[in-house]
Every structure is written in C-alpha cells, then in structure tokens.
C-alpha cells in the first residue's frame, strides 16, 4: 500500500513539476512577444513622427517661416503627435491584450 501511495505521489510531484515548467515557458513567450509588440510600436512611432515632421516643414516652406505661424504650428504639431501617440499606444496594448488572451484561451 505504502508503495503504491509513494508512486502516486511521485506522479503528482511530476505532474506539479512539468505545469511550472510549461507556465514558466509561456511567460517566456510572453515577455518575448510584449519585447516585439514595444519595438514594432516604437518603429511606427518614430515613422509616423518622421512623417509629419516632413509635413510640417513643407508647410513651413510653403507659407514661409514667419514667427507666429511656426510656433502656432509647432503647438499643432505637438498636440497632434501627442494623440496619436495616446491612440497608438492604447490601439497596440488592446491589439496585445486580445492576442494574449486568445493564445491563453487555445492553450487550455
């Protein structure tokens, strides 16, 4: 009895031992994927700043550089890059998020 009780024991402490390490290997996959989703926005980010700061200085030229104009644009530009910033980042952890939880879901 006392070795049958053993061997069970032995299979849970298995059993115990292989789903920490499963649980271990998807939070690796995890950080991964979030380390890949910061660079990718980071990327879309600098592209889309790169953007209209090429915009505004065509209108800069366009117009010409008088002094009220550069700085009422340059606020324009500011708050324009702050929101799409605030959109970006909220658009990429939801997109995060529902991936994450998708994977999770099929994974059980």
Known sequence: MS???AQTIQQLLEAEKAAAEVVEQA???RDERLKKAS???EAEIAAYRE???KEYQEKL???GRTRSF???ERRRFS???RFSKTVRTHQNCCDLSSRHLKET???W
């Open 61 to 63: 030229a366009k117009v």
């Open 79 to 81: 708050r324009r890059t």
């Open 27 to 29: 939070r690796k996959e």
């Open 105 to 107: 879901c099929q994974r």
């Open 39 to 41: 660079l990718e926005a």
């Open 51 to 53: 953007m209209l700061e």
């Open 70 to 72: 550069g700085r009422d």
């Open 3 to 5: 070795g049958k009780s």
